[in-house]
């Protein structure tokens, strides 16, 4: 199910501070092996001690290596500016291409009214339902952007989502 790895397997020799005992955490190896993203590796860690006695083998498996940032395929209106029941307010769904985290009204800004993002809501399915209120929306006459605000929604692997730039500006705009 990953990406195959021509060079695997990878050997590394531990050295330096990487033999010190104890747990470790957020290391960087001196000799890391060049992964490939994607791929699906099953790590083994093996050693022996100063009087040459082997420690058990500790095996991984299904470790997937994973450095592709999440993206953002769809982002939809969900209700006109003009909603006789909600009338300052105005909906979208965003999808993303996996599950994400970290979601929030914070990391979005829409412009274009005074109008402030106010709600982010997990609608399942790697979709988020962001909820604009106020401004007056009911009498905008005009466009209003939403843009992406913030760097901290992420994928499971960590990955941060970036701040593609579609419309060739540093922001990620989306007209209603």
Known sequence: GGTADGSSPHVVNLTGAELTSGTKTDITLTNDP??????????EFDGVDLADNPASTITSTNVTYDITPPGV?????Q??????????????????????SN???????????TADIDQAVDQGGNVYRLRASGGNLANLD??????LASTDIQDCS???LPN????GTDERTFDI
Not at 73 to 77: C, G, H, L, M, S
Not at 103 to 110: C, L, Q, R, Y
Not at 142 to 147: A, P, Q
């Open 164 to 167: 593609i730039t579609p419309s």
């Open 103 to 113: 979601v929030d009204a914070s990391d979005f800004n829409v412009s274009g009214t």
């Open 158 to 160: 960590g990955n941060i």
């Open 34 to 43: 060049t992964l490939v993203d994607g791929t699906v590796y099953t790590i």
């Open 73 to 77: 395929t769809n982002i939809e209106r």
């Open 79 to 100: 209700s006109p500016t003009n909603n006789p029941t909600n009338a300052d307010q105005v909906f979208w769904d965003i999808t993303f291409d996996g599950p994400v």
């Open 142 to 147: 005009g466009t209003i952007t939403l843009t």
